[in-house]
């Protein structure tokens, strides 16, 4: 699990929203670094933070799955 920058709502008025910090497990981060331009990861800020919940923003595993 890691916690990422990604590409948000881009019409949104904050930064916040364009460019949201989420968890992503492992898998989604694979899966993101092969998609190449289809890519919706703009950066890992580092590792899984629990003040942002305890599951993978795009699938929903929880942390407690998955070997952080
Ligand atoms: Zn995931």
Same mark, same amino acid.
Do not use: F, H, R
């Given at each position: 699990?890691? =916690? =990422?920058? $990604? ?8 930064? %916040?929203? #364009?460019?949201?910090? $989420?968890?992503?497990?492992? /898998?989604? *981060?694979? %899966? ?7 890519? #919706?990861? $703009? @950066?890992? /800020? ?8 305890? @599951? =993978?923003?795009? =699938?929903? *595993? /929880? *942390? @407690?799955?998955? #070997?952080?």
């Amino acid at each position: 699990m890691k =916690c =990422c920058t $990604v590409y948000g709502d881009m019409s949104a008025d904050s930064a %916040a929203d #364009q460019y949201p910090t $989420v968890n992503l497990c492992n /898998e989604c *981060v694979d %899966a993101d670094a092969s998609a190449k331009e289809d890519a #919706q990861i $703009v @950066s890992i /800020e580092g590792d899984y933070d629990p003040g942002l919940g305890d @599951s =993978c923003e795009w =699938c929903g *595993v /929880e *942390v @407690s799955d998955e #070997q952080i």
